[in-house]
């Protein structure tokens, strides 16, 4: 980087600026506490309450990461980090943005270090397209309804409210490690099979993957995920286990059972000794299967395993304007909104850095 004064190379005529003195560079697994207190900073600021654990910013900064993630800070001019921008190759045609600036900096130098961070994620998600050969690209990110800082800076940016999903949670009781019981009569539950070694079933996760893939092409914002892609992503989640995918079964007497329905969970971590959560990361049902309660016996099926495990809850996140209705079965099984947000959009074309 020959111009510290960007976050990284640009072909603009005029790009935005970061303040005097100020500087930007790449950001390693050894930034992870900074930038996890600008994160839990900026929680509070917004919602009174930080919620991000610091495993998941190692996650992002790992190694492993690193294929998929760009990540660069801006510092001023004691060195500090302040911001936080990143784009991470999502799937083909999908590119996942974050940037996050200190709520401590006046209303001008934000509002000038932001503009400058999503200069960035541009050229960053340029950079995936072409590298994908395509020649546009989603840059996908989010906001919260009351942060009208953030959603000024997402405006002023080419960026467009499209949707607004529901954050929901359900709290686990004693009698739900009997959620699962009694099941279902047309599908059968049951967890991805494992060999002695602990690792899962290959033919069990390319079920789990082709049920996702088919359950979700009505959806909205459906960005196709390859298989290996889709592995990948989903390990290298801190809270990742193999024993947290469930794949439901079709049970009719005249015809050999199948994969209609898959969930996929991971262990949502407790802040300062709080009891650790379930995270229901994935929930698909093919069109073919539904009607039969495969949904309902997925889920009673991680409730159980939550309440097993001693977990405080299980949350997850719908559509608002959910085409299945989900939100409707959520809430008959206990889920009730705790937040709502909001997903912001931007179509990046390769051949033009506007």
């Known amino acids: 980087m020959t111009d510290t004064t960007r976050p990284a190379p640009l072909d603009r005529a005029t790009p935005p600026s970061l303040p005097p003195g100020w500087t930007a560079r790449a950001a390693g697994p050894a930034d992870a506490p900074a930038l996890h207190a600008l994160l839990t900073a900026h929680e509070e600021a ?17 190694p492993a990461a690193a294929p998929a993630q760009r990540h660069v800070l801006a510092l001023d001019d004691h060195g500090r980090v302040r911001a936080w921008a990143s784009a991470q190759d999502r799937a083909a045609g999908r590119v996942l943005a974050q940037v996050v600036v200190d709520p401590a900096l006046d209303a001008a130098t934000a509002d000038a270090v932001a503009a400058t961070a999503f200069t960035w994620v541009d050229d960053a998600a340029r950079a995936i397209a072409t590298e ?17 800082q953030r959603r ?19 709290p686990t009781t004693p009698d739900d490690v009997h959620a699962d019981t009694p099941p279902p009569t047309r599908v059968r539950v049951r967890r991805v099979r494992r060999g002695e070694d602990g690792m899962p079933d290959g033919a069990d996760l390319m079920a789990v993957h082709v049920v996702l893939e088919e359950s979700f092409t009505d959806h909205f914002n459906y960005h196709p995920e390859r298989f290996e892609e889709l592995v990948a992503r989903l390990r290298a989640d801190p809270g990742h286990r193999w024993d947290h995918w469930w794949l439901a079964e079709s049970v009719d007497p005249d015809q050999p059972s199948r994969p209609v329905g898959a969930l996929v969970a991971t262990v949502s971590p407790g802040r300062d000794g709080a009891p650790d959560g379930t995270y229901v990361a994935y929930l698909g049902v093919l069109r073919s299967g539904r009607g039969r309660g495969a949904a309902r016996a997925l889920l009673a099926a991680a409730v159980a395993d939550a309440a097993r495990r001693g977990r405080a809850h299980v949350a997850l996140e719908v559509d608002a304007d959910s085409p299945t209705g989900a939100d409707r079965l959520y809430e008959s099984l206990g889920f009730r909104t705790a937040a709502v947000t909001q997903s912001w959009h931007r179509d990046v074309r390769v051949d033009d850095p506007s």
């Open 46 to 62: 917004v919602t009174g309450a930080a919620s991000s654990h610091r495993s998941t910013v190692d996650a992002a900064l790992s």
């Open 132 to 148: 994908r050969g395509l020649t546009t690209t989603q840059a996908d990110t989010g906001a919260l309804p009351a942060d009208e």
């Open 152 to 170: 000024r800076w997402l405006a002023a940016a080419g960026y467009r409210h499209t949707r607004s999903w529901l954050q929901m949670t359900r």
